[in-house]
């Protein structure tokens, strides 16, 4: 059962617009949500988070929304670089229970040139 | 910078063999991970470690086991490979306890299990 799902597998933008990745999840005892870029024969790397006290949290290009009524969240990026191609993974931890962070099937954006 | 290194970038095993992976961080991170990524399914936990020579299992466990002898290094042991443990292996770590803590990854090893 999945508790953190990213329905759209992958995302088709143009550079310089709004790229928009989803994130949903069942589990309302999450309190904390990272996003994290994964390029091709690397590792994924931090990108930015949102504690469930906020509904945004913004840097440079990057903004998370939370939304826990709905138990969504989204990632912004403004605007969208060829640069930002790659893999998003969403993720979620609970800080009362297991912090460690379950993490959605990921989203592939391609930025085009 | 924290580093994560992981001992190989491309593996290539025969079923029933004995693999192990390696993953060294360099900051002296009290957690550390390995999880496996698979086409359409994410990043899965197999086992993770919150301390040296403790180990908890992740979600996936079955098919694997892990040493954590010194806080540094963890490894990972497939005991007999199987073509259904072909995939993307990623190690990581993070520094201590917490819902916000975030984890450092390694390059990942990709392992094929003919």
């Known amino acids: 059962d999945q508790q953190v799902k990213q329905n759209s597998p992958s995302l088709s933008v143009q550079e310089g617009r709004i790229s928009i990745l989803n994130c949903d999840y069942t589990n309302s005892m999450f309190d904390y949500f990272l996003w994290y870029k994964k390029y091709p024969a690397e590792g994924p790397t931090f990108l930015i988070s949102i504690s469930s006290i906020k509904d945004k949290n913004e840097d440079g290009r990057f903004t998370v929304f939370l939304n826990k009524s709905a138990k969504h969240l989204s990632l912004h990026i403004v605007p969208s670089q060829p640069g930002d191609s790659a893999v998003y993974f969403c993720?979620?931890?609970?800080?009362?229970?297991?912090?460690?962070?379950?993490f959605g099937r990921g989203t592939s954006l391609i930025v085009h040139p | 910078d924290v580093k994560v290194t992981q001992s190989s970038r491309y593996l290539v095993k025969r079923t029933g063999e004995k693999v192990f992976l390696e993953c060294v961080q360099d900051m002296d991170h009290e957690n550390m991970f390995w999880y496996r990524q698979d086409p359409g399914l994410g990043l899965r936990l197999i086992y993770f470690s919150y301390d040296v020579k403790m180990k908890e299992k992740g979600d996936i466990p079955e098919g694997y086991s892990v040493s954590r002898e010194k806080k540094e290094r963890f490894s990972l042991i497939l005991e007999s490979a199987s073509t259904n443990q072909t995939s993307m292996y990623l190690c990581?770590?993070?520094?201590?306890?917490?819902?916000?803590?975030?984890?450092?990854f390694g390059p990942g090893t990709r392992l094929l299990v003919l």
């Open positions: 990581a770590s993070s520094l201590s306890i917490g819902a916000g803590e975030t984890q450092y």
């Open positions: 993720a979620a931890s609970d800080a009362g229970g297991s912090y460690i962070p379950t």
